[in-house]
């Protein structure tokens, strides 16, 4: 079964963006001159995706405008013979009907947003990206996850190795390697303190999902920090299906912390000609001071 709908849960609080993130959802922050959803959006239309469902909360009228089209924008371009800008933001909006938008009422954790889009996903494997995690590489993740559905029809995670005073930010894996780049998972847990962490293998924000996992979700039991966690979900849905790890290629940013934001501009910003050059001269001349 091909994985056609992608889940963007992005009805966070984004409380520490604030006050950046008061009126404005996180994933509308830029990384250079795009917003980070659009980023996500295009890795999953990348990766063969048809459908996409926003959850919202706040800040739902600025994503709902990015994504569709702006007569006045588009007027004033084209009389200042700006084609290229005009066929850009012309190219961001996906077809009528691609989009599909559900609210998310409070936010009660990522597991609950994403049970809130149970009745658009209907009974179909389904991809999860979360904006705030922003991968650098030439091999977009979520087409090479989808390449892993085709082979082991079973839910994955992406996942990667991360510092181990650094497990209680993250789902930790208890996994044996089947492959150089794929897991068997055995167990999971949300947020461990390293002394208790089963490895230092993280589960970051890219998912392949059977739809099975809408029942585990449903129970709403809270986890971690007082949310309904996908983590505790996927742990139970380990009892009556395999799930896999696939360590992907590529550099992960943490866009929903704020040095891993500005990380991410500096990386982006200096894959761009146009502003490499000028960057590199002023981290040159600002190191002089570290
Ligand atoms: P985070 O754990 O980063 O939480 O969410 P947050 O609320 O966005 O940010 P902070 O921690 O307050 O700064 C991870 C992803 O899950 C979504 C977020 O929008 C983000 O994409 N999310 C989280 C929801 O959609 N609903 C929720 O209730 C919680």
């Not at 963006?17 to 404005?24: D, G, N, Q, S, V």
């Not at 849905?237 to 912390?257: A, M, S, V």
Request: overall charge negative.
């Amino acid at each position: 079964m091909k994985i056609k709908k992608a889940v963007f849960p992005v009805a966070g609080l984004g409380t520490r963006f604030i006050p950046a993130t008061k009126a404005m959802a996180k994933e509308m922050l830029p990384v250079v001159d795009k917003p980070l959803i659009q980023y996500a959006v295009e890795e999953a239309f990348d990766a063969g995706i048809e459908q996409i469902i926003f959850v919202t909360g706040r800040g739902k009228k600025a994503l709902e405008d990015h994504f569709d089209r702006c007569f006045e924008v588009e007027l004033t371009l084209k009389n200042k013979g700006k084609e290229e800008l005009l066929e850009q933001i012309q190219e961001l909006v996906p077809k009528t009907g691609t989009i599909v938008y559900t609210r998310q009422n409070e936010p009660l954790g990522l597991g609950h947003a994403i049970w809130c889009a149970r009745d658009i996903v209907g009974d179909e494997p389904f991809a999860v990206l979360l904006a705030d995690d922003l991968i650098q590489t030439g091999r977009p993740v979520l087409a090479e996850m989808v390449k892993k559905f085709d082979r082991f029809r079973a839910s994955i995670a992406a996942v990667m190795e991360v510092d181990k005073d650094q497990t209680d930010k993250y789902g930790i894996l208890d996994a044996s390697q089947l492959e150089n780049n794929i897991f068997r998972i055995n167990d999971m847990v949300e947020k461990p303190n390293p002394e208790e962490a089963p490895s230092n293998l993280a589960i970051i924000g890219r998912y392949i999902l059977t739809p099975n996992i809408f029942k585990h979700l449903g129970k709403k039991e809270k986890g971690a920090g007082g949310e309904i966690q996908l983590t505790d979900a996927m742990k139970s849905l380990l009892k009556e299906q395999p799930i896999f790890g696939y360590k992907f290629e590529g550099t992960r940013f943490d866009c929903g912390d704020k040095a891993g934001f500005q990380m991410a501009n500096l990386a982006f910003a200096l894959e761009r000609p146009d502003l490499r050059d000028k960057l590199i001269r002023f981290i040159r001349e600002i190191q002089k001071d570290f």
